[in-house]
């Protein structure tokens, strides 16, 4: 006893171990099989819902189309049954009438785009027809008395019915109406309708669509195979009506296998399970069902079950991976938080000199400004000096004008001093304007301003130098970047280009703005001297000039590439074929707003 029981001691603890992973293994097991089939029920009963969901909609808009193309001739009996050549011929039959109600139908049915058109006595002999004159098919003198609708319409007025021509062997839906005369009933107008294109349709779009009569005879159906088909034996009664009415001349009527399953579904021979729904058209004595594959639904349902088993498996790999990771993922962590710490450092470092750069491009386009301005103070002044003397000049004139009470004319020159005052102003407001120091807002410019506001600080050298300037820049020439230092590179460049035209004595300059794919090419081109093939490759390279000392900085055509690049465009020079230079921009067109 004391050995059995040290036996079963020392074997415990080996088989507890593997106990355990055996319970892990039936858990895991029992909860993949579980959540599988909640996710198949689940998918399946959403899929149906939704299958049946569209399938009403479909019925809708089926029983619409066979309303509609069974309504739109429900009035050709009624006008029929109410003309008064047909009521002639009911009540005086003769062959002159029986030819023009004959001539009438044939009319009317061409018009109305019917079958046929008929109209029989009060003993449902057809007197007149659309089709009189085909011998082999016409309905002239052939009796319908044993048809629903002509008994339909001789005992309450009106009729509907579905069959088989008796005379032509062609289907069709059927509208009767009552004609009356002094002594009661006269005959019955009918009008055939063609419902076959319905059907080629249905098929077309590859619906599975079928409509049956009250019997439950399929009459319409999306595959020829399913017409004349009840969906289940007719009874003895039911099949020695349809005979005697002819309704289905020469249909077996052989059911047509329609199975139904314990899961609501139905199947036909050679095919898998169908949801079938239906809507009754009590109007038309027929109802519309449709039959939709619910294998699509079954196959997502099983994908879900088979995605979700592998979801659960992966879990579960996951969760036993998740001791063995720990330790990694520490690792990873503490390395990881290593170089994010060496990344922050990093780019705090870099943001810090970018923003160094950005101050020195800043203090580098104000030096150019000022630098511009500077070199061109000796025609601001003369801009000044002019409507100042000017005023000096109206001043004392008016003192003169005061002391002897020429009222109108010191009143005349109070206004040109207001009007030299308002120029200096202007003037005054746009150098503090180009002048202020201030980062880069990207904007709508348009270019015909930014060039104005070029001119009115250069304007006084190109006159005092004799040079002509030409603009073709059009209205519409707007573009992406920043007004003052589009304005800043237009009077470095024009600036650049009357420094070129000295000493020649064609002194013109042209600016000019095509529109491209998306871009402003705004081009400034002189008559100079051109530009050295030399200097070519320098020639935006900050500190190149070419000018005496004293003359430039060599820092503008530098800053106005750097600008233009800024907003997004590029900048290039290149020398004319007939002498002289041009300097391109490539600027962003603005977005329209």
């Known amino acids: 006893m004391s050995i059995a029981r040290t ?200 619906e599975r669509v079928l409509v049956t009569d009250e019997n439950g005879v399929v009459f319409l159906a999306s595959h020829a195979e399913w017409k004349y088909r009840p969906l289940r034996a007719l009874a003895e009664p039911v099949r020695a009506q349809l005979a005697a009415t002819r309704q289905y001349a020469g249909a077996d009527l052989r059911p047509l296998g329609l199975t139904s399953r314990p899961d609501g579904t139905v199947t036909l021979p050679g095919s898998g399970a169908l949801l079938m729904q239906e809507l009754a058209l009590p109007d038309l004595g027929a109802t519309v069902r449709l039959l939709s594959d619910v294998e699509p639904v079954l196959a997502q349902a099983r994908g879900g079950a088979v995605l979700t088993a592998a979801l659960v498996l992966l879990l579960a790999a996951g969760l036993l991976l998740a001791r063995q990771r720990a330790e990694t993922l520490r690792l990873q962590r503490e390395a990881n938080e290593t170089l994010e710490r060496r990344v922050d450092e990093r780019t705090r470092e870099l943001a810090a000199a970018n923003q160094v750069l ?40 008016t003192r003169l004008l005061a002391e002897r009470g020429d009222t109108p004319s010191v009143l005349g020159n109070l206004g040109m001093i207001a009007d030299m005052a308002e120029r200096m102003a202007v003037i005054s407001g746009h150098l503090k304007t180009f002048a202020r120091k201030g980062p880069a807002r990207v904007e709508a410019v348009p270019v015909g301003q930014a060039l104005d506001r070029a001119l009115l600080l250069l304007g006084q050298r190109l006159r005092h130098d004799g040079i002509d300037l030409t603009r073709a820049v059009p209205d519409n020439a707007v573009v992406r970047g920043d007004a003052v230092r589009l304005e800043q590179v237009l009077v470095n460049l024009i600036r650049n280009a009357a420094d070129a035209l000295s000493g020649v004595e064609d002194r013109r300059i042209a600016v000019s703005a095509v529109h491209g794919a998306g871009v402003w090419e705004v081009r400034i081109s002189d008559t100079g001297t051109g530009i050295a093939p030399e200097h070519q490759a320098r020639l935006f390279d900050p500190f190149f000039t070419t000018k005496e000392v004293g003359e430039g900085l060599g820092l503008g055509l530098s800053l106005s590439y750097g600008i233009v690049r800024d907003f997004g465009g590029s900048l290039r020079a290149e020398n004319n074929a007939q002498g002289g230079a041009t300097f391109v921009m490539i600027l962003p067109e603005a977005a329209h707003g």
Do not use: C
């Not at 950005?358 to 801009?383: F, I, N, P």
């Open 7 to 206: 036996d079963s001691q020392t074997d415990a603890p080996s088989r507890r171990p593997i106990g355990v992973r055996v319970l892990w293994a039936v858990a895991l097991a029992a909860t993949v099989a579980l959540a599988s089939w909640q996710t198949h029920r689940w998918v399946e009963a959403s899929g149906l819902a939704e299958l049946r969901r569209v399938g009403e909609q479909r019925l809708g808009l089926y029983a619409s189309g066979i309303r509609t193309a069974i309504g739109r001739y429900d009035y050709l009996p009624f006008l029929l049954a109410r003309d008064k050549d047909v009521l002639a011929l009911l009540a005086a039959p003769s062959p002159e009438r029986q030819a023009i109600a004959n001539h009438l139908l044939e009319t009317a049915n061409e018009a109305a785009g019917s079958a046929a058109l008929f109209v029989t006595d009060r003993t449902g002999m057809t007197l007149a027809a659309s089709n009189w004159n085909d011998p082999a098919q016409s309905f002239v003198g052939n009796s319908y008395d044993f048809r629903p609708y002509f008994r339909q319409a001789a005992r309450g007025g009106s009729g509907r019915y579905y069959g088989v021509g008796a005379t032509t062997g062609v289907p069709g839906y059927f509208l009767s109406r009552a004609a009356t005369g002094p002594e009661g009933l006269a005959g019955v107008a009918i009008v055939k309708v063609d419902l076959e294109p319905l059907q080629r349709d249905w098929q077309a779009a590859g």
């Open 358 to 397: 950005r101050d020195a491009q800043e203090e580098l386009v104000q030096a150019g400004k000022l630098a511009a301005l500077g070199q061109m103070s000796a025609a601001l002044a003369h801009e000044f000096n002019q409507p100042l003397a000017a005023i000096r000049t109206f001043v004392a004139s």
